[in-house]
C-alpha cells in the first residue's frame, strides 16, 4: 500500500487542522492506521491509531483535541486536529499496519504552530 499525506500548515496557537491519508489500497484491509509526529531533536512518537474494527488510542497530549477517524469508501485517515499549540509542531506521518505483513509508511506533512 502507499500513503499519501497531506493538510499541514502553519497556524496559530488555538487554531485547527484536519490532515488526510490516501491510501492506495483498501483501507477496510489495513489492521491499524495511525498518525505518528516527529519534532525536531525527537523520537517519533505515535498521536493516534484506529483499528479496523473503528476503536481508537491516542497519547495522552493529544486527548480530547485531536481525533482520528477513517473513511472506508474513500480508502482515507483524518486526523482532526483542535486547539493546536506550539509543541504540536512536528512533521506528521501515517502508517499503515497489517498484522501478517508489517508497517507502511508515508512522507510527512508539516505542521507549525505560532504562539
Known amino acids: 500500500v502507499q500513503l499519501q499525506a497531506s493538510g499541514g500548515g502553519s497556524v496559530q496557537a488555538g487554531g485547527s487542522l484536519r490532515l488526510t491519508c490516501a491510501a492506495s489500497g483498501s483501507t477496510s484491509s489495513i489492521n491499524v492506521i495511525g498518525w505518528y509526529r516527529q519534532a525536531p531533536g525527537k523520537q517519533r512518537e505515535l498521536v493516534a491509531s484506529i483499528k479496523s474494527d473503528g476503536s481508537t488510542n491516542y497519547v495522552d497530549s493529544v486527548k480530547g483535541r485531536f481525533t482520528i477517524s477513517r473513511d472506508n469508501a474513500k480508502n482515507t485517515v483524518y486526523l482532526q486536529m483542535n486547539s493546536l499549540k506550539p509543541e504540536d509542531t512536528a512533521v506528521y506521518f501515517c502508517?499503515?499496519?497489517?498484522?501478517?505483513?508489517?508497517?507502511?509508511w508515508g512522507q510527512g506533512t508539516l505542521v507549525t504552530v505560532s504562539s
Open positions: 502508517n499503515a499496519y497489517y498484522y501478517y505483513s508489517g508497517s507502511y
